[in-house]
């Protein structure tokens, strides 16, 4: 049997609603040597049945008992397991892609060094409609990791690398062991990418790679508000692994930023409950939420903190602004209000 060029991991959950537009934009790619691995973990909306409804044999749907996101890892040793492709793509179940996306960045690889590559995102609402832009990333040779681990202390304060976007060399996977899930950690990605930044060199894209789609059901939403989990345990063990490859005082700065974790995160989740709060005109629960940070929070923190107590003043979102950052927004209340069929009530309940 052929080798593809690319591996599509797709672990998938209560998709129905996606996987036909996420199998799509697959399919309509304009580089077609590409295989498919859709991971179902247990759906029972139907989201396996839209899968194998597609009649293309480069798409393979496995099936497995509902784990939950304690084995999203495991949803994703399987689609490597069953896959053949020297680099492999990450598209979960409810993301897109554009047309160009394996031509634009399967290149990238032609570096050696290369064991992961990236790029901007479009941001899009659960129908499919494209509000905004993630384009945020270090600046020059960090954001490509060059020298190895120059990334690291960006990386450990915010996970700037879309999954949707990101293509990594199968051969550096295995050489760390597969994709990474920490015990209680409902994510693969960050503790991947930053085993990764310990072995090889990254590449940036500035065009737009991947459409990451943001709802209220999604589980990335609702992690997001979550009790700060405890990161220390995996932020260590990146840190071991950076010794010699990091300077001395960059080795300072990761144990610093380690300690600095646990509060970082309840900050952050402190500014995601206001953020959510204006987008639904809960403006005393947004101000409840950021006075606190104005007096305690770091420095970049109070001033998100001063522009959402603004924004609760005038009744109106920070989203738009967030936006034009190119960092993570989410759908704003003028975007609401022009798509009536996106329920503004329901990103908290």
């Known amino acids: 049997m052929v080798t593809p060029k690319v591996s599509v991991l797709s672990p998938t959950y ?53 784990e939950g996101v304690t084995g999203l890892g495991r949803s994703y040793a399987a689609a490597v397991a069953r896959s053949k492709g020297p680099v492999l793509a990450i598209l979960e179940g409810d993301d897109t892609w554009p047309a160009t996306k394996l031509e634009d960045e399967l290149p990238l690889f032609d570096d050696p060094a290369v064991v992961l ?3 901007s995102a479009g941001l899009m609402d659960e129908k499919g409609c494209v509000y905004a832009r993630f384009w945020h990333a270090p ?37 760390i062991g597969g994709f990474i899930q920490p015990n209680g950690v409902p994510f693969v990605d960050h503790p991947t990418w930053l085993r990764l930044a310990t072995i090889g060199t990254f590449a940036r894209s500035s065009r737009n790679l991947g459409f990451w789609r943001r709802y209220p059901r999604q589980i990335t939403t609702r992690t997001w508000f979550d009790t700060a989990l405890d990161r220390a345990p995996y932020l260590q063990a990146v840190a071991s692994e950076a010794i010699g490859l990091v300077t001395p005082e960059a080795l300072s700065k990761l144990a610093t930023l380690i ?91």
């Open 14 to 66: 209560q998709h129905a609603a996606f996987i036909g537009d996420c199998i799509r934009s697959v399919l309509a790619q304009t580089m077609q040597d590409w295989e498919m691995i859709i991971v179902d973990d247990g759906s029972d909306d139907g989201t396996p049945d839209v899968a194998e409804s597609f009649d293309d044999p480069r798409i393979v749907v496995i099936r497995l008992q509902h």
């Open 117 to 119: 590559a990236y790029g």
């Open 139 to 175: 600046q020059g040779r960090v954001a490509r990791n060059d020298p190895i681990g120059t990334i690291l202390p960006a990386l450990f304060v915010v996970d700037f690398i879309v999954a949707a976007t990101v293509m990594v060399r199968r051969s550096a996977i295995e050489q």
């Open 259 to 349: 300690r600095q974790d646990p509060s970082r995160q309840r900050e952050e989740v402190m500014i995601a409950r206001g953020r959510i709060a204006l987008v639904e005109g809960h403006w005393r629960q947004a101000v409840a939420l950021f006075a606190p940070l104005l007096r305690t929070g770091r420095t970049r923190n109070r001033a998100v903190a001063a522009l959402g107590l603004l924004c609760a003043v005038i009744r109106t979102d920070m989203e738009r602004v967030i936006g034009a950052l190119g960092r993570h927004s989410l759908p704003s209340r003028r975007h609401v209000a022009s798509h009536s069929e996106v329920d503004p009530n329901t990103w908290t309940t």
